[in-house]
């Protein structure tokens, strides 16, 4: 597998295609302070997708935004959607290996040949554009793809997970049914604000007149500003909390596994569900799964219907890679992709409470993060930090930096590794089966590490692996 995620025995017609995607402007690979507001245009976006044929007019949509939560949100309503019979895009960010893994249909990524004739739609179009077209960047054109792949595959609805914010991103042009916020939390501040507050409403700009928007947002001054974005922009707005009670709330007893899986009762104006099991690990997953829950089974007024055994169902089959995802288990190891302070503690509580001889945090993160705060929080709950940076991606913090931060929050024994394969091997000099090591801070750390322990055969691989 190559470094953008192409296997050696590819077509050159399909390396041509994936060459000219990376070869456009990524800010997944940009630090914050390469771009600002001014870079994201949805006129641009809206240009290219009259150019391929406006495929996003004929897609009905789920839109969720959130600064965590929002890609386990999207995966379990796009699982339940498809336990009931339809079928389902699903649209997310960023992918592990292979950038088809963006846009599945049903669970599968498109074929090598179809990704081929994608980006020979998105191309012509881009031409079309003239110097306009030059500056259209990764997302947007991947994004276009995904609905343009929606369409010609004939999807019944599709479940897209906004990029960055939610007001100026490209997905925001889809047409939805229910939008959702899973949450606010400090991330990206530089493009969508200092306060917690300003970040609600950049995110709340996926708000759309008469479309129901779920909001599982705690924080009192962004839960207030999503309620005047939602009043401004004439949307409904049901709350956790408020109109969706989460009720019960229990350490599941069908799901056997060394982490903490929860169960809850649900109920929610569009009626009740009981033992809901919530199939990602963590007490932060349920309030995910609640609104995934209440925007799956509200959409019956649109011609669907997803019934208590479809949720059931449903939640069972969904799977989402690194999302406290165990890879080993003597020693355990964990993968996670928390990237900000709220999403790090999250990680910390859990690992607080699970048994071990000795805990290790493998630790990366990202030049545009708050990693002081991130590393700050997290070091306590670890007998040991290893720190590292990915290679994946040019944005990582130098693990020099991050051997000092190590040291002020953390009295017990630090150690710099080069690279994860080198956090890896000195891991394995004196591991022991009653060990844990937990390897966080950056999706793009979680990501290589996986990659180090995962076959790409294995059957808990990524949709284009398996």
Known sequence: MSSTGVPQDSSPEYRDAVAYLYGRINYERLSAQSFTHSDFKLQRMRRLLDLVGSPEATIPVIHVAGTKGKGSTSTMSAAMLQAAGYRVGLYTSPHLNRFEERFLVDGECATEAEVVELVDAVRRAELAMGDEGERLTFFELTTAMAWLHFQRRQ??????????????????????????????????????????????????????????????????????????????????????????????????????????????????????????????????????????VTAVTGLQPHGFSVDADAVHRGLRNARLPLRLEILRRAPLVIVDAAHNDASMEAVRD?????????????????????????????????????????????????????????????????????????????????????????????????????????????????????
Request: aromatic share 4%; with cysteine.
């Open 155 to 292: 999807v019944r609805i599709a479940v897209l997970e906004v990029g960055l914010g939610g007001r100026l991103d490209s997905t925001n042009l889809c047409h939805p049914l229910t939008t959702i916020i899973s949450s606010i939390s400090r991330d990206h501040m530089k493009l969508l604000g200092e306060t917690l507050a300003s970040i609600a409403r950049e995110k709340a700009g996926i708000a759309k007149r008469g479309v129901q928007m779920l909001s599982g947002v705690t924080p009192r001054d962004a839960v207030e500003a999503i309620r005047e974005s939602c009043s401004r922009a004439e949307a409904p707005l049901w709350e956790i909390g408020r109109e969706i009670e989460v009720r019960n709330v229990r350490l599941s007893t069908t799901v056997e596994t060394v982490l903490p899986h929860y169960e809850f009762d649900l109920s929610s104006p569009n009626g009740a569900i009981d033992n809901v099991a919530v199939p990602l690990a963590g007490r932060h997953q349920v309030e995910n799964a609640a609104l995934a």
């Open 350 to 466: 859990t690992i607080r409470g699970l048994p071990a001889s000795r805990k290790t945090l493998v630790f990366a993160s990202s030049k545009d993060k708050e990693t002081a705060r991130i590393l700050e929080i997290a070091a306590p709950a670890f007998d040991r930090i290893l720190v590292t940076q990915y290679l994946s991606n040019p944005r990582a913090v130098p693990p020099e930096e991050l051997l000092v931060l190590a040291r002020q929050f953390s009295s017990r024994e630090t150690i710099l590794a080069a690279s994860p394969l080198e956090a890896w091997q000195r891991i394995q000099v004196d591991a022991q089966p009653q060990d844990l090591v937990c390897v966080t801070g950056s999706f793009f750390l979680a990501a290589e590490f996986r990659d180090l322990l995962v076959s790409p055969t294995d059957p808990t691989g990524t949709p284009c692996e398996r």
